[in-house]
């Protein structure tokens, strides 16, 4: 994992976070993401006190965090070691990892927690066999899962800007991680505004939790905002006479052939030809894609995290 003294900002990975969640949802199924990581990892159960052997708390941390992720046969070691790098971790056969830390860390305790989280997730992934093919990409799905399986919010509030110095952890932006948190906060029913030390990472987490709430107000979600509305009936009034024209052989296209007309990027629905006529639109919890007829109100439930949509087509 690195660390950057030059802070990115924004959602610049947006679209593979949400790939990122989608692909969580799909390994693990629903059921398994809300029995197994129902509750966020504690902050007194990865805080190193000022008076603790620090070689025996990472220790007592790393075995937290194997906990929180159901590895009971996972063994992680930690040392130190001078290297670019914030941390970095040996994936082999098991049932030893071998984690390496910057040594800096030895002044900086309370950022132990989240440098170990990336690493153990890394093992966790590994374990499961989860990967994306780019290694930024996969980079990006382990910040994803660290922050939606409940320890990333430990790599959110390691970042610090101002002062002449300025921190993050990971390869998310300190807003993406906000969002993640967020998204979590959101499917879970947690509240983790009151873990947060850093005032930056109480900012991020704020924009992200707004990204987040935009997620269920886009068309056609009930939720969604006259705006939205008003762009949603127009652009399917125009889907309605691409397809009649389609139909009436203007376009060369035949009744029922899957022409499809897409909306604004921002929103991401796209309207199927019929009969009967459909939309697509990506689930605000998982970002599965969801396929519904346009008839009016229709309650959508999503077939990959179970949520169930209010939707007006």
């Excluded at 969801?290 to 077939?303: E, S, T, Y």
Aim: with cysteine; proline share 6%; aromatic share 8%.
């Amino acid at each position: 994992m690195d660390s950057a003294s030059e802070v990115v900002h924004g959602f610049p990975h947006l679209r593979t976070v949400r790939s990122a969640l989608t692909a969580l949802y799909r390994r693990l199924t629903a059921d398994v993401l809300h029995a197994d990581f129902a509750v966020s990892v504690p902050p007194a159960d990865v805080a190193l006190a000022a008076d603790e052997d620090l070689y025996l708390g990472v220790q007592r941390v790393a075995h937290t965090l194997v906990q929180h992720l159901r590895l009971p046969d996972a063994r992680v070691i930690v040392g130190f070691r001078e290297m670019p790098e914030a941390a970095v971790v040996e994936l082999a056969a098991g049932p030893e990892y071998f984690v390496e830390l910057n040594p800096r860390f030895r002044d900086h305790r309370r950022d132990i927690g989240g440098a170990l989280a990336h690493e153990v997730m890394h093992v966790y992934l590994d374990r499961l066999d989860l990967s994306f093919p780019d290694t930024g990409e996969n980079e990006i799905l382990t910040d994803t899962a660290t922050a939606y399986l409940g320890a990333g919010w430990l790599l959110l509030d390691a970042f610090r800007e101002g002062g002449g110095a300025s921190q993050r952890f990971g390869y998310l932006t300190p807003e993406e991680f906000g969002y993640v948190v967020a998204k979590r906060a959101l499917a879970f029913g947690e509240n983790p505004e009151v873990w947060f030390t850093s005032p930056q990472a109480y900012e991020a987490y704020t924009e992200g939790m707004r990204m987040a709430r935009r997620d269920a107000a886009r068309p056609p979600l009930t939720a969604s905002g006259r705006l939205g509305r008003h762009r949603y009936t127009r652009d399917r009034r125009r889907a309605q006479e691409l397809f009649l024209g389609a139909a009436g052989g203007e376009t060369g296209g035949e009744p029922g052939g899957g022409l499809t007309t897409t909306a604004a990027p921002v929103d991401g629905y796209a309207f199927e030809a019929g009969p009967p006529m459909r939309v697509s639109f990506p689930c605000p919890v998982c970002h599965q894609r969801i396929r519904v007829p346009v008839r009016g109100f229709v309650r959508a439930r999503c077939g990959l995290c179970k949520a169930v949509l209010e939707c007006d087509t």
